[in-house]
């Protein structure tokens, strides 16, 4: 009788590694808030009013803007924050991201400036 429920216990606890295993990032993966994205193409970073985001196996993020515009981006070009109770804003990590002669576009009003040193 003990062996067998050894046997069974040995067998439960493979059969849940295994699944758990087989699964991708849906087990471990966390629920995050961002509110912007900031999409950076050389010199030059769009600042994106996010109202949903998606990111896929690989390193595509979807993005779906306030007015329901949909963005397929890269991770690699594209940085997600949440700038509402920092003291970062996304302005700043733009510039950071963009240097001294870039230029930031806001997608959603359009407002668009270089940045000088």
Do not use: H
Request: a negative charge; charged letters at 25%.
């Amino acid at each position: 009788m003990n062996k067998k429920k050894v046997i069974t216990l040995a067998l439960i606890a493979t059969l849940a590694t295994a699944t758990l295993t087989g699964c991708n990032k849906d087990v471990w993966d966390f629920k995050y808030t961002f509110n912007k994205a900031i999409i950076v193409n050389g010199d030059t970073a769009t600042i994106v009013e996010i109202d949903k985001w998606t990111d896929y196996d690989g390193e595509q993020l979807q993005i779906i803007t306030k007015d329901g515009t949909i963005i397929v981006t890269s991770s690699f070009d594209t940085k997600l924050i949440n700038d509402k109770d920092g003291n970062i804003k996304a302005e700043d990590i733009a510039r950071a991201l963009v240097g001294d002669e870039g230029e930031i576009t806001y997608l959603d009003t359009g407002k668009k400036f270089t940045l000088t040193p």
